[in-house]
């Protein structure tokens, strides 16, 4: 069993620094939904381990939250596609929690659900802390260039990341899955 792990915001959807609080905000990366549909048709589960702070800082609630994954499971199944799985992380900085990345704690939750050898479970991420959560959950990170991740980038190396792959976006980064069979 093939298993990927998306970050949300700046992976599938555009991030805003002023967070992502409504369905309306919540705009699809080109690519990014016809991706997760083509990984899926290749055999790959797809699951989201996300941060959601906004919720810890009162800038949204679940509802509002679930309503954003209606729209998201909404277009994704206009392509034939699905999310497995989706964990989020509610709490906020100084909530000491286990999920919040850069802590594994999803990651982990996520590798054991499926039952996956986390070594061969890839994780996506925009953002230095996911390429940290995936290198203490023990999973594969990759980075993608949208969302926050050109920053990301040009910040591998002063972290001893210089190893991480680096896609411009979930679209480039299915391709090479799709093209790459392992
Ligand atoms: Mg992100
Ligand atoms: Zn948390």
């Known amino acids: 069993m093939r298993l990927i792990i998306l970050d949300r915001d700046g992976v599938i959807n555009e991030d805003s620094d002023e967070y992502i609080k409504s369905p ?6 080109p690519g990014s939904i016809d991706a997760i549909a083509r990984l899926n048709h290749a055999g790959y589960s797809v699951a989201i381990a996300s941060n959601q702070s906004g919720i810890a800082r009162g800038y949204f609630t679940l509802e509002t939250l679930a309503a954003m994954n209606v729209k998201m499971c909404h277009l ?10 989706m964990i989020i992380c509610p709490h906020g900085p100084k ?4 999920c919040r990345k850069p802590k594994p704690g999803m990651l982990i939750e996520i590798g054991n659900r499926f039952r996956a050898g986390l070594s061969n479970v890839i994780f996506v991420g925009d953002n230095i802390n996911d390429i940290k959560a995936a290198r203490a959950a023990g999973v594969k990170p990759i980075l993608v260039k949208t969302g926050k991740g050109e920053q990301a980038a040009a910040m591998l190396a ?18 090479y899955l799709l093209e790459h069979p392992s």
Not at 24 to 29: L, R
Not at 76 to 85: E, K, N, Y
Not at 165 to 174: H, I, Q, R, S, T
Request: with cysteine; net charge negative.
């Open 24 to 29: 309306d905000e919540w705009i699809p990366v």
């Open 76 to 85: 994704l199944s206009q392509h034939g596609g699905r999310i497995d799985a």
């Open 95 to 98: 909530d000491g929690c286990d």
């Open 158 to 175: 002063e972290h001893g990341f210089d190893d991480v792959p680096v896609y411009n976006d979930l679209a480039e980064l299915a391709d």
